[in-house]
């Protein structure tokens, strides 16, 4: 899996729009962005992915740029609950679910009131 | 969670005793996954399975073994547990077409 690079930290006000940003310079051509969050003491959790196009989902929408070196994963008005360690993972689309998922460190965002 | 259910979600046991932790799905997929993460490691794959009696080794799989005999259950077994072995272990399932895949709440299981 192509690596990818987070700042560790990241604070927002409630009800502003936050903006995770995640490099993963070396993607290869057929590998997707995913992004994970976890909150505390929970299971990960899927919330959208993408190849090259933009992608929007009820949680969020993914900016993936032209050369496909960096993401940015918009939750567009976040709350309290949004407060969790946030994953970005690169991964190939290869069928039957075979390929892991590799987990980082991820970057912790913090909404506050 | 996604049709998923971990038991027991908290288990305390000592050090030599075998202890299994139960995955078991409603959402009959093919794949199943068990995690373990632990401060300093992020999440880490242990076993995973590719349908019923086929599974595979992850990064982490020394003194672990599962089973998988019906599509619904994965098991993960620790035959004599050990103090390394306390963590909070995720089952994961998955393998559609997007390849996403969908996490239980978790066990926490410590070893004395």
């Known amino acids: 899996d192509a690596k990818t690079t987070q700042p560790p930290s990241m604070d927002c006000a409630e009800g502003r729009a936050a903006n995770l940003p995640c490099n993963h310079s070396?993607?290869?051509?057929?590998?997707?962005v995913y992004w994970y969050r976890q909150i505390h003491s929970q299971g990960p959790q899927y919330i959208i992915h993408?190849?090259?196009n933009n992608e929007t989902n009820e949680m969020a929408s993914l900016i993936i740029t032209e050369d496909r070196k960096s993401s940015t994963l918009i939750l567009p008005h976040a709350t309290l609950r949004d407060t969790a360690v946030y994953y970005c993972?690169?991964?190939?689309?290869?069928?039957?679910?075979?390929?892991?998922?590799?987990f980082g460190k991820g970057m912790k965002l913090t909404v506050n009131p | 969670d996604a049709g998923i259910t971990q038991s027991p979600r908290h288990k305390v046991t000592e050090t030599g005793t075998p202890v299994t932790l139960r995955c078991h799905q409603t959402e009959n997929h093919r794949y199943m996954y068990w995690y373990r993460q632990d401060p300093g490691h992020g999440l880490r794959l242990i076993h995973y399975?590719?349908?019923?009696?086929?599974?595979d080794k992850g990064e982490v799989s020394d003194g672990y073994s599962v089973s998988r005999s019906k599509t619904e259950d994965f098991l993960l077994t620790l035959e004599s547990a050990t103090s390394s072995q306390t963590s909070v272990y995720f089952c994961?399932?998955?393998?559609?077409?997007?390849?996403?895949?969908?996490f239980g709440a978790g066990t926490r299981l410590s070893v004395l």
């Open positions: 993408g190849l090259k």
């Open positions: 070396t993607i290869s051509g057929n590998e997707y």
């Open positions: 993972i690169v991964r190939g689309a290869s069928q039957g679910g075979s390929e892991k998922l590799v």
């Open positions: 994961a399932i998955g393998g559609d077409s997007q390849n996403i895949q969908y």
């Open positions: 399975s590719y349908g019923v009696k086929d599974t």
